[in-house]
């Protein structure tokens, strides 16, 4: 998660902005993740909110995060039960008996699942990635298939968060009156 730096009440650094007079006090603001600086900074503040959204959108663009999520979970080792201990006795939670789901519970999950498929492989523009690349980790990484969806669905907030950045930002920028410099595009480093 991104956030702008806030001087917290009564600490080192609010001291300190306090006493060079850049501490700004007549902020009604509740200083959450999208909330502007109550300090006056060293460089344009215009500058520096801009950045905030540039990162926000490198990091959360769809198909950027879906390729970082692929590339976490393939990594990761596959999880496999411990043959010496399938001999031994059961571990506690083994003894526990399975209780049998609901039809509601049942439904509940087939339900929870088509909404998935639907906001991550029918709806979007980024489909196909995700249908790749959940294929993908099918057959390489099976273990991790849970968890990878899972991540890949909350993935989803941080895309709709990318886009309230974007507003809050621009009404902050137009309530300060703020000037902001057009952005430098991003260079990529040469590989070697």
């Not at 300090?39 to 801009?50: A, C, K, L, V």
């Not at 663009?61 to 039960?81: F, G, I, N, W």
């Not at 099918?138 to 989803?156: A, D, F, H, I, M």
């Not at 907030?157 to 621009?170: A, G, H, I, S």
Request: net charge positive; with cysteine.
């Amino acid at each position: 998660m991104l956030g702008v730096l806030q001087a917290a009440p009564n600490t080192r650094l609010w001291h300190r902005l306090t006493k060079e007079g850049r501490l700004r006090r007549d902020m009604d603001d509740d200083m959450g993740t999208f909330s502007g600086l109550n300090y006056e900074p060293d460089r344009p503040e215009g500058e520096i909110m801009r950045e905030y959204v540039d990162a926000w959108d490198y990091l959360y663009e769809p198909s950027r995060y879906l390729a970082r999520v692929y590339r976490y979970y393939l990594a990761m080792r596959p999880v496999h039960r411990d043959p010496e201990r399938a001999v031994e006795r059961p571990r506690p939670q083994d003894d526990v008996p399975a209780r049998r789901k609901t039809w509601r519970q049942r439904l509940n999950q087939v339900w929870s699942i088509c909404k998935i498929i639907w906001w991550q492989g029918i709806r979007p523009p980024y489909r196909r990635q995700y249908w790749t690349q959940l294929i993908g980790m099918w057959r390489q990484n099976p273990s991790r298939l849970k968890q990878y969806c899972v991540t890949c669905v909350e993935g989803e907030d941080f895309f709709d968060m990318r886009r309230m950045v974007r507003e809050k930002v621009t009404a902050i920028i137009k309530e300060r009156h703020l000037e902001v410099s057009p952005a430098t595009p991003q260079r990529r480093a040469a590989s070697r």
